[in-house]
């Protein structure tokens, strides 16, 4: 079967700020040259330090941004190379769950009309109407239709993030990129809004690309995960394989860090020496190699691909299955 979305080589470089008084300046490189691939009806968790890339990714996915090179496929189609008008007819198929609850649905506009927005835009006119099909869908997504009239003022920050829902359902998407749907939320509530997003794929079938940095989220709702790490993707394994035997260093010590939901004997914590690197001037080789304790001159020289079949992992030196283990049977420091 083929992927849902598939991700092939996909490069986003700016220009840097700046001034050209001492020679060319060297792009911002956001995302270089990365891939992946989203199951039908299954997720895919994309995780990885502030600033690595994801949300950049994100918005090229989503269509909002155009990559500087490779392909994002969907359903056969390079949707990436389209033009405006060609990819009008796929967006209805493709929604967006954004970060801010707040920031992301108008003051102006009540709660009725912010989630028939996109079936005026995409002249998507439902049986029963436009107003039904609001109604239905804020039930829906645990809100009740007397909310219709409301303005998002009067909701607080996790019914806000359901009515970001609601609006991303309205188009009967077979794609919904959440780009940190729950890190502005309070604990408690984040909880009942990845429930919602887990119920909602069982019973619709939506594929996900989901974007955090909460790895105990993305351990919950993902079915495989996509480490990032300056704009390269370093490890891709489903999440019982990569939770119990990460392969790369890197995704070993921000496992190390993430508070252990088993309950059963932590971790050791791993502290990574230096500051992140820049995406206008990354390390020649391996990105990693300027905070990796097992950097040696090949890694300098030599950029590492990501090879291995069902768990592929870019590193020279990759974590055994004995260390793993190992690391997860250790008392905590």
Not at 110 to 120: F, K, L, S
């Amino acid at each position: 079967m083929n992927p849902l979305l598939q991700v092939e080589g996909l490069t986003k470089h700016y220009p840097s700020g700046g001034s050209r008084l001492f020679g060319r300046r060297s792009p911002v490189r956001a995302v270089d040259g990365i891939g992946f691939e989203v199951p039908e009806g299954q997720s895919l968790g994309l995780v990885g330090e502030s600033g690595c890339g994801k949300s950049t990714t994100a918005k090229i996915v989503a269509g909002l941004e155009r990559p500087t090179a490779g392909r994002v496929v969907y359903r056969g189609e390079d949707v990436a190379r389209m033009r405006r008008r060609e990819f009008r007819a796929i967006r209805p198929e493709i929604q967006m769950v954004f970060q801010d609850p707040y920031s992301s649905l108008s003051p102006r506009h009540t709660v009725g009309a912010i989630i028939e927005g996109p079936m005026e835009v995409n002249g998507i006119e439902p049986p029963g109407g436009r107003r039904a099909r609001v109604r239905e869908l804020l039930e829906l997504v645990g809100l009740g239709p007397e909310h219709y009239n409301r303005f998002p003022h009067e909701f607080s920050g996790g019914q806000r993030q359901r009515i970001g829902i609601a609006r991303a359902l309205v188009t009967e998407p077979k794609l919904i990129i959440a780009d940190e749907p729950v890190s502005a939320l309070d604990v408690s509530v984040q909880a009942q809004v990845i429930n919602l997003l887990r119920r909602l794929q069982a019973e619709l079938g939506v594929s996900f690309l989901f974007i955090a940095h909460d790895l105990a989220v993305v351990r919950y709702f993902c079915h495989r995960v996509a480490v990032m790490y300056l704009g390269k993707v370093v490890e891709v394994a489903d999440r019982e394989t990569l939770y119990s035997a990460p392969a790369h260093p890197y995704t070993k010590a921000l496992l190390s860090a993430a508070p252990d939901p088993t309950g059963t004997a932590g971790r050791e914590r791993i502290r990574l020496t230096g500051d992140l690197p820049s995406p206008a001037d990354p390390p020649s080789g391996c990105r990693f190699r300027t905070r990796c304790w097992k950097a040696t001159e090949r890694c300098a020289s030599e950029e590492p691909v990501l090879t291995g079949g069902p768990h592929p992992v870019a590193c020279h030196y990759p974590e055994t299955s004995a260390e793993s283990a190992a690391d997860l049977s250790a008392e905590p420091a």
